[in-house]
Each structure stands twice: as C-alpha cells, then as structure tokens.
C-alpha cells in the first residue's frame, strides 16, 4: 500500500510559478511511474507528466513541455512537478498518481494503483 501525499497547490496569477510535490508515506515509489494528472473543472482527468523512479524515463504533455518540469528528490522520496509561466488553462485539480506502467501506455488512468487526494491550483489571469 502506497500512501501518497500531495502539496504545494494555491492561488497565483498568470505568469507565475508553482512547486508541486507528492511524497509517499511509509513506502518508498521504488519500482514504479510516479506521474501528475489534473482535472478541469468539467473535463476529464489528463496526464501532465510522468517519471520513472528507477531509470530516466520522463513524459510531458504538449501543452506543458518547456514550461513544466518533474524530477525526482531520493533524499525526501518526493517526485516535485515545478510548473511555471502559469497559465489560466493550467487551472485544476492536481493529483499524484503511482502505478507500474508500461511507457506506452503511460496516459492511463487504470495503470495506476494508488492516487493522492488531490491538490487545487488556481491560475488568475
């Protein structure tokens, strides 16, 4: 059982930046895809990027690449997703999501087993 913990969502204006994390409590992402979802209000949830923790496998959405970056911290066992010039359309629900996933198929929901609760950011434009 994987534990996951999300933090660092909030309020911003358009043009600023954000500092997501996802921790897992009392486990380690050892051997899994640790990937950031987000959900609009009204869409569906999507994939914004995802990273292996063993291995430097690492994926972005279109309409996020150049402006958001997921690493990995083994000394905190967090994977952080550094979001800047922040748009209004990046507004959503943000969620942690670990699964072992084949890379093909690395968009689906149903490959991942354990999912955070959720962090709101909010971009103002």
């Known amino acids: 059982q994987v534990h996951l913990v999300e933090s660092g969502g909030g309020l911003v204006q358009a043009g600023d930046s954000l500092r997501l994390s996802c921790t897992a409590s009392?486990?380690?992402?050892?051997?899994?895809?640790v990937a950031w979802f987000r959900q609009a209000p009204g869409k569906e949830r999507d994939i914004v990027a995802a990273?292996?923790?063993?291995?430097?496998?690492?994926y972005y959405e279109d309409s996020v690449k150049g402006r958001f970056t997921i690493s990995k911290d083994y000394a905190t066992n967090s994977v952080n997703l550094q979001m800047n010039s922040l748009k209004s359309q990046d507004t959503a629900v943000y969620y942690c999501?670990?699964?072992?996933?084949?890379?093909?198929?690395?968009?689906?929901?149903?490959?991942?087993?354990?999912w955070g609760p959720g962090t709101q950011v909010t971009i103002s434009s």
């Open positions: 999501a670990v699964g072992r996933t084949i890379w093909s198929a690395i968009s689906r929901e149903d490959m991942y087993y354990y």
């Open positions: 009392e486990s380690s992402f050892g051997g899994y895809t």
């Open positions: 990273i292996r923790w063993s291995g430097g496998n690492v």
